[in-house]
DNA sequence: GTCTATAGGCTGATAGAC
DNA sequence: GTCTATCAGCCTATAGAC
């Protein structure tokens, strides 16, 4: 059975070996510049060899973004693990950021994507908990850590009241809104992002704070 | 030259006409989804026909893009009327989300866009200023709406001291992240427009608020 | 398991008839 | 000015040789 094993482990091989090529492509090209030629160029095989390990174009671009929710999730890991409330406000946000800052082709694959693809992936985020501790998707584990995170703080009374929800939607809003013009615009555009993002976490607190 | 003019209107009938198809496919499909042989079916010409109105298709989209920004600039304007700084603002805030709830699909062709058609989009932003008041682009227009509010705000001694523009830029981010996140979810995902636009602009007020 | 070859469909853009 | 016809190029996906 050490025949049996090399094999999957030959196959594996070779889907990550797509799936990296799969990366640099949509990096460079958003992920409608993502051809099965392109990949199967890139790693040197023929177009036909890649439907044998993904059923179609499609269930790489779904890879990509269900990977690129469990990368955001990893950064966001550490700063979940803070006690205090609006210290780890604070961590989540600077987590947020830097997710977006060294990862800006990831955050644009799974956030900034035109109509069609974005209801579809919409879906991916929601449902689809496999492997996850709540069956919930990696998407809405990311929020839920936020969302949490604004209820302590109303509950301890730190924070006004207020549906804790619908704060937390405004506040990622605001990190999202950071990131994505950095990550759409021109660098002469625009000016200091770290400065831009002290501003919104201070801001943040000062907002929403009792 | 009656009839000089007569051909001149109508050739500039069939432009509009072109570009309202454009906007229409646009809107359904994004910037990525809009073909010559689209529009041609939708105004029900032959493909090559466009040509004659249109350098190639690239130049439609551009077209798209600018009367965008000027769409955006027109719902600003009002805004930019107010006398009294601190209302200006709020006014500002309230135009913009309404831009973004109003006309999702202009707003998401000229703002979420993939790289390479981002970068060039910028160019447009900034540069470009035929037609308008001061040699500067739409974009970089409506930008300095609110970049001049925040520094007669910060003059005033209303807001903290710091650079207006970062400032700008970071109010400016808010507003983008709210509307873009509903640009691009699904509509169950999230739950109160109004209230997060509100929380934000009030959330801006109490941010940088001396 | 990987290849070559190919079907079938989309695209932008152009040439030439009318 | 508008048409039809067409080229050349890309795409996804599949069939069949090896």
Redesign the pocket.
Same mark, same amino acid.
């Given at each position: 059975m050490g025949i049996a094993e090399r094999?999957e482990r030959?196959?594996a091989e070779?889907r990550e070996l797509i799936l990296d090529a799969a990366r640099e492509i949509v990096g460079k090209e958003g992920l409608e510049g993502?051809?099965?030629?392109?990949i %199967?160029d890139a790693i040197? #095989? %023929?177009?036909?060899?890649i #439907?044998?390990?993904f059923e179609?174009?499609?269930a790489i671009a779904r890879e990509l973004v269900v990977s690129g929710f469990m990368e955001l999730v990893g950064y966001m890991a550490p700063a979940a693990q803070e006690s205090d409330p609006l210290k780890r406000l604070d961590a989540i946000g600077y987590a947020y950021a830097k997710f977006g800052i060294e990862r800006p082709e990831t955050y644009r694959t799974i956030f900034l994507q035109p109509p069609a693809i974005s209801s579809a992936l919409m879906e991916l985020l929601k449902g689809e908990g496999e492997g996850t501790d709540d069956g919930r998707g990696p998407g809405e584990q990311a929020f839920n850590i936020l969302a949490e995170t604004v209820a302590e703080l109303i509950d301890r009374g730190i924070f006004r009241p207020g549906n804790p929800v619908v704060i937390a939607e405004t506040i990622w809003a605001w990190l999202h809104g950071i990131v994505a013009l950095r990550v759409s615009c021109s660098e002469e555009m625009l000016t200091d992002f770290s400065a831009s993002i002290h501003y919104a976490i201070e801001g943040v607190r000062r907002a929403f704070a009792r």
């Open positions: 094999r030959q196959k070779i993502l051809t099965i030629r392109k %199967a040197e #095989y %023929a177009p036909g060899t #439907y044998l390990h179609n174009r499609d």
